[in-house]
């Protein structure tokens, strides 16, 4: 089973800031890597999928970049809204597998 | 607008049965494979089973093989989740997914708003 390690654990960051959130696979997912946005009650949400597309409806200062086994994923102006749990999630081999999670908090 | 609601889930003791039902609308369901996942605060998001677009494919992590069965009704645009055999370490919220591709292995988009399943005595 393929590990995904994301860092930081907590983010603190003010509005209007850049986030950087990482996620290491245990070995190379190729692209196969997607992220995902958990507001508090709420669903996880799709935000990028195949390590760079955005997927529909998600907002341009989102972006991520990557491939093989290390991977980020980019806010490059938080807004209010943007403060959440991140998860990022492996498709390159079964089962699929997730991060334990990024969470980005106000500062 | 694609749409999943879940119904199911609740209280039930260990060895019990229950049965999660995940109603989707807003695009044509018999393209694309659904999926169950489970979210704890301990073990984080985990898989649980997928089934693809006819039906004919069904996968189950380790950790529920043999005691959840998972099936789809394509004229009613709904998956269903039969879990027996309950144990304390199933209790989670669990979600219903929607698989980007027909098999089983797509991206995940969108969810349902989950339903919380908790076993115990």
């Known amino acids: 089973e393929i590990v995904l390690s994301q860092s930081p654990a907590t983010l603190s960051l003010s509005p209007g800031e850049r986030a950087s959130l990482s996620c290491r696979a245990s070995?190379?997912?190729?692209?196969?890597l997607a992220w995902y946005q958990q507001r508090p009650g709420q669903a996880p949400r799709l935000l990028i999928y195949?390590?760079?597309n955005r997927a529909t409806g998600i907002p341009a200062r989102f972006s991520g970049s990557g491939s093989g086994t290390d991977f980020t994923l980019t806010i490059s102006s938080l807004e209010p809204e943007d403060f959440a749990v991140y998860y990022c999630?492996?498709?390159?081999?079964?089962?699929?597998?997730f991060g334990q999670g990024t969470k980005l908090e106000i500062k | 607008e694609v749409q999943l609601l879940q119904s199911g889930g609740g209280l039930v003791q260990p060895g019990g049965s229950l049965r999660l039902s995940c109603g989707a609308s807003g695009f044509t369901f018999s393209n694309h494979a659904m999926n169950w996942l489970r979210q704890t605060p301990g073990k984080g998001l985990e898989w649980v089973s997928s089934i693809s677009g006819s039906g004919a494919d069904t996968s189950y992590a380790d950790s529920v093989r043999g005691r959840c069965s998972i099936s789809r009704d394509n004229s009613k645009n709904t998956v269903d989740l039969q879990m027996n055999s309950l144990r304390v370490d199933d209790t989670a919220v669990y979600y219903c997914?929607?698989?980007?591709?027909?098999?089983?292995?797509?991206?995940?988009?969108?969810w349902g708003q989950g339903t919380l399943v908790s076993v115990s005595s």
């Open positions: 070995q190379s997912i190729r692209i196969f």
């Open positions: 997914a929607k698989g980007s591709q027909w098999l089983r292995g797509g991206w995940l988009d969108p």
């Open positions: 999630q492996q498709r390159s081999a079964w089962p699929q597998t």
């Open positions: 195949d390590a760079s």
